[in-house]
């Protein structure tokens, strides 16, 4: 069994965004914070980090938010943007307030276009952000399509050659997975994480995608019921879940 990571009270609630860390010693010495049931005045106590610290601890009677690290399953709503530095809503302003300022910082696995919905995974693990986007993993994700005029019956092919060279670029694409739906719906599975790559491959087949949303990434896959906006926590075997074939 590795050991828990041990941090001293303060600094996690700081470090969870609670406040600074005057504010969060104020929090303490007010006697709002309770761990196994017993009341924390000691800005100093030396608290073990495990992942079911929100069954154990209170905040002013609320669980405490689950500590490093973190993966959250979110389905990204149309007209929100991945990146912190993008003007716009940011898909961080669907997230509790207090998690703006956690340390560390949450990031997006990979970027979906303002004008994409679906699955996206958020971490502040750095190593497993990079193990999923890592291109020698391969991690398949699978997007619904839907196109602007008929499928011609080549595409398939044309994608499956891992020949095909989009504009600008020196490599080609590895070949990618396409399943038709009817002739305005396919589902397309891509390896890699090229810019606008799903977009830009219809394109090069001479379609135009109007709607696209990712369902899955590796072996996860985005719950029915989730709806746009909202996120679920995944534990630590769901989110290896990822690296699972789909
Ligand atoms: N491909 C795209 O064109 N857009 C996305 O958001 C993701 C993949």
């Not at 991945?82 to 669907?94: F, T, V, W």
């Not at 890699?192 to 394109?203: I, K, L, N, P, S």
């Not at 990712?214 to 746009?228: C, Q, T």
């Amino acid at each position: 069994m590795t050991k828990a990571l041990m941090a001293r009270l303060d600094r996690l609630l700081a470090n969870l965004g609670y406040g600074s860390r005057k504010d969060v010693q104020a929090l303490i010495a007010g006697g709002k914070v309770v761990l196994d049931g017993k009341v924390l005045k000691d800005i100093g106590a030396k608290v073990a980090v495990t992942a079911d610290l929100p069954d154990r601890m209170t905040i002013r009677g609320v669980a405490v938010d689950p500590p490093a690290p973190l993966v959250l399953l979110m389905h990204k709503p149309l007209g929100v943007v991945c990146s912190h530095k993008e003007d716009g809503e940011r898909i961080y302003d669907l997230l509790p307030r207090r998690w703006r300022i956690r340390d560390p910082g949450l990031s997006t696995v990979g970027r979906l276009d303002k004008d994409t919905s679906g699955l996206i995974l958020i971490t502040d693990d750095g190593d497993y952000l990079h193990r999923v986007i890592s291109p020698k993993r391969h991690v398949p994700k699978t997007y619904l399509a839907t196109l602007d005029r008929p499928l011609q019956g080549g595409e398939g092919a044309l994608f499956a050659a891992g020949e095909l060279m989009l504009e600008g670029e020196e490599k080609p694409l590895l070949p990618a997975q396409l399943a038709v739906i009817d002739p305005h719906h396919a589902r397309l599975t891509i390896t890699e994480g090229r810019y606008h790559q799903v977009r830009r491959m219809f394109a090069a087949a001479g379609n135009h995608v109007v709607q696209l949303h990712r369902e899955r990434i590796g072996g996860l896959s985005l719950p029915a019921d989730l709806e746009a906006g909202q996120h679920v926590i995944l534990t630590a075997a769901q989110a290896e879940r990822v690296f699972d074939d789909a």
